[in-house]
């Protein structure tokens, strides 16, 4: 079976099993030999991509002597601001404020010890450089929004490895811990280092991930492996109470992650609080594929990962509708089958429920950076030399998009305050990736974040195109107010396109921590409103502000949800076929 590139390029492709470019031709190969040991170097990303975005601002920045007489002035008057400034602090010891606030997501000079002098200065520097920067990259008439936005990112990313949090002599917090400890902060601090670049040279998890192991710490809720394919293990639980709700849950999680999200420690499983509350629930269990499955595709994804694993659960529980459940892009997948039924008459859901899933992709957040023609060029044949994208490469994008917070952060705590390194579940589970085949990743980069085909009616399944319009049952969407991988504003576009019944919720955290939100987890809150299917549109900064604020986990208003599209409680349907235990063999492939 030959392989077929997902790009628009004609050149002929390798057999399944050969080298991928031995049939390539020379020139071709040499380009792509090339760019794959490029990316390797670069993390996958495009030097060319970012080449492309700082000319495109530096030739209209250069012909807009208007924006540089702006930049001279705003140069200017901060630092005359910083002089000022300076200057009171050296006549009042006791501190004169801060002639420049940080951003509300910025907690790095929070600590008391930045307001003495001379690190207030020094950052209050740094605040106002950053600031300069920001009206440098943006708002300069011509520009590409894109490359605006790349410019305006990738300058932030520079400025940041350069804060004076990041380093010993422009710390004072670290300064002061040295001193109290006589400098073993720092001894630990290299310890720590010398361990990570140890794991890091040899492909080891983090430290500490080691007490998360699936099936014995984490994936823990009793259930039996009832079906296999080359993709998937469907993973059915055991029942915890006498009667359960006649309609099945079938949970449809990410390729791009391991299940066991959903499936933590027993205290914050969404699996067994599900089972707990009278729900037969079945799992999808992803396989981590290799180079030998570089030619799936999404089609591979759709049909013998949801498609099958609804076969199997009809198999099951008979004569029962099903409760759909997706996360992240195993939503997006999700809504593509379930379009894809409803186009050709079927019907096998009771309801839809989606957590921070995007089904339009015009605004995926900083991630829309990445995605350009360059960019997946550059990807795809970094793919083409290894089959795969793995998940190490995968996560450089999003550990760039949260530097701060996910590089430096850990930098500081780990290195310079020689602090042990944070270990829990969920970061156990984050550091245990999946890779995604060379065909796959491609096709839906560019189907869905380039082109944005599913909700413009251009997504082809079986060879005729699909609209999510035909998704009739109720729908729950969960999104997360500071989700960086789905933006709920992008979420929340599926108020848009679906015409059913919509309740969504917005709630606390982030993009997994809004997500794994347990019954009892401190300081969450969350917001939610159902829309009929004939109600009028309500933007969703209006919709913010008029949805009242509940504290606590959202987790119950999803059971009473769904308790209200079932039916009475019955007897549990009996276990299928047992191939293996649960979490299965899929979930420990490395």
């Known amino acids: 079976m030959g392989l077929t590139r997902p790009s628009p390029s004609d050149s002929p492709q390798p057999e399944i099993g050969q080298e991928p470019h031995l049939d390539a031709d020379m020139p071709e190969f040499l380009d792509r030999e090339l760019k794959a040991a490029l990316a390797k170097l670069t993390n996958g990303l495009s030097p060319a991509a970012l ?14 002597p208007g924006k540089q007489v702006e930049l001279s002035e705003k140069a200017f008057r901060k630092w005359m601001r910083l002089s000022r400034y300076a200057a009171n602090c050296a006549v009042n010891s006791g501190g004169t404020g801060s002639c420049v606030e940080p951003l509300p997501q910025d907690r790095r000079f929070r600590g008391k010890a930045w307001g003495k002098w001379p690190y207030n200065v020094i950052y209050q520097s740094f605040l106002l450089n950053q600031q300069w920067w920001h009206n440098a ?7 590409i929004r894109q490359h605006e936005n790349v410019m305006e990112f990738a300058t932030r990313q520079l400025l940041d490895m350069f804060s004076p949090s990041n380093y010993l002599l422009t710390n004072p917090e670290v300064q002061e811990k040295t001193l109290k400890e006589g400098g073993l902060n720092l001894v630990r601090g290299f310890r720590n280092w010398l361990d990570d670049l140890d794991r890091l040279q040899n492909g080891k998890p983090p430290a500490g991930a080691e007490s998360f192991r699936p099936g014995h710490e984490v994936a823990t809720t009793p259930g039996k492996v009832v079906y296999r394919n080359h993709l998937i ?15 099945p849950i079938l949970m449809v999680p990410a390729w791009i992650m391991k299940f066991y999200i ?11 609080f599900l089972v707990d509350q009278g729900y ?3 799992m999808i269990s992803w396989r981590n594929p290799g ?4 030619d799936l595709g999404m089609d591979d994804y759709r049909k013998m990962g949801v498609m099958d694993a609804i076969g199997a659960v009809q198999g099951i529980v008979p004569e029962k509708k099903i409760h759909g459940v997706g996360y992240c892009l195993g939503g997006t997948l999700l809504s593509i089958a379930a379009a894809a039924i409803g186009r050709d008459g079927g019907d096998p859901f009771a309801s839809l429920s989606y957590f921070a899933s995007q089904i339009d992709f015009t605004e995926p957040g900083e991630l829309q950076l990445f995605i350009n023609e360059s960019q997946l060029t550059f990807l795809e044949d970094m793919m083409w030399d290894q089959g795969y994208l793995d998940s190490s490469q995968m996560s450089g994008a999003f550990q ?16 310079l305050m020689g602090d042990e390194p944070a270990m829990f579940d969920l970061l156990a589970w984050n550091a245990d990736g999946t890779r995604m085949p060379f065909r796959m990743h491609s096709e839906y980069l560019r189907s869905l974040y380039l082109n944005n085909e599913l909700t413009e009616g251009r997504f082809v399944v079986q060879g005729r195109p699909i609209s ?17 991988v789905a933006p709920w504003h992008s979420v929340y576009k599926m108020h848009l396109y679906l015409d059913t019944d919509l309740t969504f919720v917005l709630t606390s955290g982030g993009h997994n921590a809004g997500i794994v939100s347990e019954p009892g987890h401190k300081n969450r809150s969350y917001q939610i409103a159902t829309t009929r299917h004939d109600d009028h549109y309500i933007d969703p900064e209006s919709w913010a502000a008029q949805t009242p604020k509940k504290d606590g986990s959202w987790w119950p208003e999803w059971v009473s949800w769904l308790e209200e599209r079932s039916g009475e409680p019955v007897s549990p349907p009996v276990i299928g076929n047992a191939l293996a235990d649960a979490p299965g063999i899929y979930v420990h492939q490395k």
Do not use: C
Not at 137 to 143: K, P
Not at 262 to 272: A, F, G, I, T
Not at 291 to 294: H, I, L, N, P, V
């Open 51 to 64: 080449a492309g975005a700082y000319l495109d601002w530096l030739v209209h920045l250069a012909t807009s």
């Open 137 to 143: 990259t943006t708002g300069v008439r011509g520009t």
């Open 233 to 247: 293990e469907l993973i059915q639980y055991t029942p915890t109470t006498d009667e359960v709700r006649p309609e």
């Open 262 to 272: 959903l499936d933590l420690s027993p205290e914050n499983s969404m699996v067994k």
């Open 280 to 282: 037969t629930v079945f």
């Open 291 to 294: 180079a030998e499955d570089r």
């Open 400 to 415: 760039m998009i949260g530097s701060a917070d996910l590089v430096w952060s850990r930098i500081i705590r780990s290195y």
């Open 468 to 484: 999510v319009t035909d998704i009739r049952v109720p729908v729950f969407s969960v999104g997360t107010v500071k989700d960086h």
